[in-house]
DNA sequence: CGAAGCCTTGATGCGCCTCAACGTACGTGG
DNA sequence: CCACGTACGTTGAGGCGCATCAAGGCTTCG
């Protein structure tokens, strides 16, 4: 456990409005720890102990089904709240939590959540407020299974991963941890393969440059372009 | 406005835990309506203006994209919350919500809801919980929609229904409220023929009956080991 | 230096959408 | 109450999108 200091955390979103002394205060029964990529945080259907706040890497969710496919919820940015089980009233997690980058992690105990939500009401409002979020965005999900085809999700699965953790370089911007086709198959519900072929068209057509676990997204209108399921261009 | 009398909801999950005065006292604050088949109870990102619980018939929650697909969120079924935008800071709501019959529905003005949750924490917990389970589900449908076949999503999608809303009836379990081939394949993510194509075969080999907006499931066992996704029977 | 992980690209086929046409129940107004 | 329009349902034919199967190349790491 290490020492954190208020003002490294006061600007990240769950503390928004907090007083300095809570923050301190509920800093001081956090637990910060580091975790090297490709480690658990926690698995699915395990007991929730505790729930986290994401200082530092990032963080990919998957839901693991009975016949061994896996499909990504989400990955979680730098500044974000995940394992909230106990804020909704789970016992268990209902996903895996996986660094996907050496990761810095922030943890309660899951039984500080009741006291943590009534002495500190903001912090349980923001974390309201993230789920709400959370479940549009989950729902939004369902919606682009239900109506598109892969070429646009996968489009649009690379736009926000761009959006939400790129990094300007001079060819475009980098999505900023490792990444397979595999990975993000799981998160459009494709095949690694149909993934492959469609990176290898936009890197033909400009509109990306990919390389080994590195997506570089070039021309971000094209894409969106064809995530909006116009046919080609 | 009607009157309400609380031992009528006292039962109701929501309220599961509550003072008997404060239920007086919440419950003063509601109006109760009824809405027939058809009526819409709110609008895609129309601002959040209440809260509600349904009393009395069921509820369907559905998403317009952007070009004009429809897709079935859930059904609410009578002594379930919907249109809690509010308890997760959302200003607008993120989807249609219209009578599927007729239906009684309780409703509070959203401005109340802060001072609901403080005043009736348990309220507030128990709504809380039910996010949880809900924001779980959709999670399944994303899983469902990106690893099974329509076979097998519209055989869970009609176990589900008639688990939470069936009737028992000489012929099985019946569904208790209108439903169109169409409704049916705006929940899987397919198109109103391969639903009608699948119940008649269902329907010839002795798993459901079906007729004009009614669905009766006469050997759920079967369906289930189809919604397992083993290849016929 | 070998093994394992990641990526690519072709060939093949089938699941399901799309297009099309028609039958049937419902309810509304004359 | 019947006639007609509309909503709902069925079933066929055709074809495309993508999964699947298969094989091989390249990179990383112990």
């Known amino acids: 456990m290490s020492l954190l200091d208020a003002s490294l955390i006061a600007d990240i979103p769950p503390f928004q409005g907090m007083k300095r002394e809570y923050l301190v205060e509920l800093l001081s029964k956090a637990k910060s720890e580091r975790y090297e990529n490709g480690r658990t945080v926690f698995t699915q259907d395990e ?69 943590v939500a009534e002495k500190y009401p903001t912090f349980a409002t923001n974390t309201y407020r993230t789920v709400g979020i959370r479940l549009q965005e989950t729902q939004d999900k369902v919606v682009e299974l239900a109506t598109e085809r892969v070429e646009q999700r996968v489009a649009n699965a690379i736009l926000k991963l761009a959006n939400q953790t790129g990094r300007k370089t001079e060819d475009g911007i980098l999505i900023d941890f490792p990444i397979t ?25 400009g509109l990306v440059k990919s390389e080994r676990k590195k997506i570089t997204v070039t021309e971000g209108h094209k894409l969106a372009v064809i995530a909006e399921g116009k046919r080609e261009l």
């Open 47 to 115: 007991e929730a102990h505790s729930f986290f706040i994401l200082l530092d890497g990032h963080i990919r969710v998957v839901r693991i089904t009975p016949d061994g496919d896996q499909v990504i919820a989400r990955y979680i940015s730098s500044g974000e709240l995940f394992g909230i089980a106990q804020a909704l009233g789970l016992e268990r997690y209902p996903a895996n939590a996986v660094a996907a980058v050496e990761c810095v992690v922030l943890s309660w105990p899951g039984t500080l959540w009741n006291m």
């Open 181 to 205: 086709r595999q990975d993000i198959s799981e998160m459009t519900g494709t095949t690694l393969h149909t993934v492959s072929r469609l990176l290898s068209a936009w890197e033909t057509a």
